[in-house]
């Protein structure tokens, strides 16, 4: 999931830039600020896209951190390109999804109110003259809730999916090991640790059916051991 994450990160940083670079003429933006920003960003989520593959490193484990500077960062940078009516506002929608996607629902859902009231502070903070403003505000909010439902549901199901597969996977390999000490135990002598009559049973069957399909030969070689009897009853 973390190395999903980082590259979806490096693709966001990256498509801001080229919005900021081509598409936006940077009116009502503080473009130096967001510029700043975009190059901290990248400081950042190169590094962890290149390094990923070492999770050794406790620094590629802290998710709540990685977190925490995504939020951060997506909101600087909505509030430097434009507060409430910053184009970058959908921001919002993917670090609730990120965030559904790494935890559970219960913080996806907080974080997602922390956003909607932070933003909606913002947006009405910010003057909006037009009839529809209310509207896009409700609407937005809306989106972040339905959004934090709806993939923490299905991150939800999916880390149960996960578990239930785990769990399978566990008792099919307690399984194998107990049918393997029961197949032991068939064939091989508790008190001696030798191998049974059965074992050489089915062995001697084995090689006489081979021998039988192909042009060799085989011998049994009888071992007799003098005292038997005085050193099973005393040993």
């Known amino acids: 999931m973390e190395a999903l994450i980082a590259r979806l990160r ?7 830039a080229l919005a900021l670079a081509f598409l936006f003429d940077g009116e ?15 400081a950042y989520a190169i590094p962890i896209v290149v390094f990923e593959p070492y999770r050794r490193w406790a620094v590629f484990q802290t998710s709540m951190a990685s977190t925490a ?17 910053s184009p970058f506002y959908p ?40 009839t529809h403003a209310m509207g896009l ?10 959004i934090a439902l709806g993939v923490g549901f299905l991150a939800r199901e999916e880390k149960e999916r996960t578990m239930q ?14 049918q393997a000490l029961a197949e032991r135990d068939a064939q091989v002598d508790r008190l001696t640790g030798l191998l049974n009559r059965g074992y050489f049973e089915r062995r001697a069957q084995k090689e006489i059916v081979r021998a039988a399909n192909a042009p060799s030969r085989y011998s049994v070689i009888f071992c007799d051991l003098d005292g038997l009897k005085r050193v099973n009853d005393e040993l």
């Open 10 to 16: 490096l693709l966001v940083v990256t498509s801001n």
């Open 28 to 42: 009502g933006m503080h473009i130096g600020a967001a510029w700043a920003l975009t190059v901290v960003t990248f």
């Open 69 to 85: 500077a995504d939020s951060m960062a997506a909101a600087a940078f909505i509030a430097v390109t434009g507060a409430a009516a």
């Open 91 to 130: 921001l919002y929608y993917l670090i609730i999804a990120a965030v559904a996607m790494r935890f559970e629902l219960r913080q996806a859902l907080a974080v997602a109110l922390l956003y909607v009231t932070t933003y909606t502070v913002v947006y009405l903070w910010t003057p909006d003259t037009t």
């Open 137 to 146: 505000l409700s609407l937005r909010v809306s989106y972040m809730m339905i």
């Open 165 to 178: 597969v785990q769990e399978f996977e566990r008792l099919t390999a307690e399984n194998m090991k107990m």
